[in-house]
Every structure is written in structure tokens, then in C-alpha cells.
């Protein structure tokens, strides 16, 4: 959705200035953003705050009272302009491109590593320095289970994928017999 993109931009990049110049920590910063973000999305939360019976207080006090910790001064005047601007429903779309102006200030991307099984901290530390030398960046490594690869992984990085699972695998040789 270009257009969401598009609203999104200025307010993702005012919030990366306003963190940085108050000396925020910026993964902190983009954690409530993102939290924010999933209770926006919420069909119910959409529901009330696109009602003309509610008012921007009433709305923000039902998002300040779903979050789980108390909100910085940073984040509550930036969740009460949103609000007042009616732009609740990009705050999705702004945590995304927070996430990516964070990671691109400090070099990194995020990478989903999709396992079959489990993986442990100390499997995740071992895979973290082989990904990094393969994409070329640091990574921040998230683990989601999909029981369908069988087996090996699955690394997205952006647009960028490895696959090394045995999903794949099977997939190239019948690609390669039924040829």
C-alpha cells in the first residue's frame, strides 16, 4: 500500500529525529513503537478510534491502558499527535520503517530464521556469525517454527533468502527428475 508508505515516511523519520536528539534508546524506542503498533492494529481498536461518538482522549487512554508499561514522554506526545492527525491506522507502517531507519543508522538488518525445530541460544549463537558473514551485516536474529521444512533452515533477510532445508532440497530434485 504506497499511500500508507507514503504517510508513514515523515512520521517514521520525525520520531528517528526526536529519539536521537533526546538521546533515546532506540531499540527501546522502536519495541513501544511496535507495541503500539499491534494494539492499533487490533480490529477493535480501529473500531473505536475511527467512531465519532469517541474522542482523541478516550482513545488514547484505551491505548495507553492495553499497552504493558507505562509510555515515555516521547512516546505519548507521539501516540497523541497520531491520534489527533488520524493517523492511528499507519502506525503499523511507521513502526516498520522505524525498525529499518534504526537498523540502517546502526548498520544491521533483521533476519527471520524459520527452524523445524527449536533452536537453543547456543545453536542461535553459532548460526548468528556464519548468517553475518554470508549477508555481509550484522543480524538480528528472531526464530519462527515451521514444521513443514522437515528439516535445516530457512533465513529471510529483507529480500534476500537462504534456504538450506530439507523442504527445499527435496523440491529441487524433483525439479531436477520430473526435467
Known amino acids: 500500500?504506497?499511500?500508507?508508505?507514503?504517510?508513514?515516511?515523515?512520521?517514521?523519520?520525525?520520531?528517528?529525529?526526536?529519539?536521537?536528539?533526546?538521546?533515546?534508546?532506540?531499540?527501546?524506542?522502536?519495541?513501544?513503537?511496535?507495541?503500539?503498533?499491534?494494539?492499533?492494529?487490533?480490529?477493535?481498536?480501529?473500531?473505536?478510534?475511527?467512531?465519532?461518538?469517541?474522542?482523541?482522549?478516550?482513545?488514547?487512554?484505551?491505548?495507553?491502558?492495553?499497552?504493558?508499561?507505562?509510555?515515555?514522554?516521547?512516546?505519548?506526545?507521539?501516540?497523541?499527535?497520531?491520534?489527533?492527525?488520524?493517523?492511528?491506522?499507519?502506525?503499523?507502517?511507521?513502526?516498520?520503517?522505524?525498525?529499518?531507519?534504526?537498523?540502517?543508522h546502526k548498520g544491521s538488518s533483521d533476519a527471520v530464521v524459520y527452524s523445524a525445530f527449536p533452536l537453543d541460544e547456543a545453536a542461535l549463537a553459532d548460526l548468528r556469525p556464519v548468517l553475518e558473514k554470508r549477508f555481509g551485516r550484522k543480524l538480528n536474529l528472531s526464530v519462527q517454527l515451521d514444521p513443514a521444512l522437515i528439516g535445516g533452515i530457512r533465513v529471510v533477510v529483507g529480500d534476500e533468502v537462504l534456504d538450506t532445508s530439507v523442504k527445499a532440497r527435496l523440491e529441487q530434485m524433483k525439479a531436477a527428475l520430473t526435467a
Open 1 to 104: 500500500m504506497a499511500e500508507l508508505a507514503t504517510i508513514a515516511r515523515p512520521y517514521a523519520e520525525a520520531l528517528f529525529k526526536a529519539a536521537v536528539e533526546t538521546g533515546a534508546d532506540l531499540d527501546g524506542t522502536a519495541d513501544w513503537v511496535e507495541e503500539l503498533a499491534a494494539i492499533a492494529a487490533t480490529p477493535q481498536v480501529q473500531e473505536v478510534a475511527a467512531s465519532p461518538k469517541v474522542t482523541d482522549d478516550q482513545v488514547y487512554d484505551l491505548i495507553t491502558g492495553v499497552a504493558r508499561s507505562a509510555l515515555p514522554s516521547l512516546a505519548q506526545n507521539f501516540l497523541r499527535t497520531l491520534i489527533a492527525n488520524g493517523r492511528l491506522a499507519a502506525l503499523p507502517e511507521i513502526a516498520a520503517q522505524f525498525r529499518a531507519r534504526v537498523n540502517e
